[in-house]
């Protein structure tokens, strides 16, 4: 158990429509970070928050949104779905940043888009 | 922007047979790490290295960061089922206000008795 929980496990919904997913980091921890991974891609970055604020962004669709509340928890929200968006994905933590720590991975959120 | 690649893509061993992955980078990193992402998982955590031809060891792991830092290699001796899974090297670039971790294509590993 790495700490970091990520709601809902599995979704399943249909194009044109918008889901949130939601992401509970490591107690302690500040940094929060969205990945995506597709069945034949690794993990791409979407977007980086410390501590609430927006630190780093990656190629993080413009129908694709994300926040962090100040408990800490984070949201994803991916909106005018697509069948391409079809995915798992990854909410990580850390400490501080990736220069001098690890991140910890939740379980992920499986998005099915029908 | 940063490019990490890792070969092989998928490798297929039998049991006992040693394995070996190798991560390059575009750019120069400040440190690489290393996940492991067992099927139906997430990434876990395996082991940072920072320092310009660091090398570490875990049990039957060996990890070695390049001279140059911009390339790594895992090897695993004796390959066991329970190795089974999708190691990811992994690099920090610093975005401008931020920092991403810039994951590899990744190796599968795949281990037969």
């Known amino acids: 158990d790495s700490g970091v929980t990520q709601t809902p496990k599995h979704l399943i919904t249909a194009t044109g429509q918008r889901v949130t997913l939601r992401c509970s980091p490591r107690s302690g921890d500040l940094s929060v970070y969205w990945y995506q991974q597709s069945l034949d891609q690794g993990l791409q970055f979407l977007i980086q928050y410390y501590n609430g604020e927006e630190r780093a962004k990656g190629n993080i669709l413009e129908r694709f949104s994300a926040q962090q509340f100040p408990d800490l928890h984070s949201e994803l929200n991916l909106s005018s779905l697509e069948l391409g968006d079809s995915a798992l994905y990854f909410c990580?933590?850390?400490?501080?940043?990736?220069?001098?720590?690890?991140?910890?991975f939740g379980e992920g959120s499986r998005l099915t888009v029908l | 922007g940063q490019q990490v690649m890792q070969i092989p893509q998928y490798q297929h061993v039998q049991e006992g047979e040693d394995f070996t992955t190798y991560c390059n980078s575009s750019t120069t990193l400040s440190n690489i790490q290393w996940y492991k992402q067992r099927p139906g998982g997430h990434p876990v955590f395996l082991i940072q290295l920072v320092k310009s031809g660091e090398v570490k060891k875990q049990k039957r792991l060996t990890f070695q960061f390049g001279e140059a830092k911009k390339n790594s290699s895992l090897h695993i001796t004796a390959t066991q089922t329970t190795d089974v899974g999708t190691y990811f090297c992994a690099g920090p670039t610093y975005t401008g206000g931020g920092n991403k971790l810039t994951f590899g294509t990744g190796t599968q590993l795949k281990v037969e008795l």
């Open positions: 990580a933590s850390s400490v501080g940043t990736v220069l001098t720590g690890e991140l910890f």
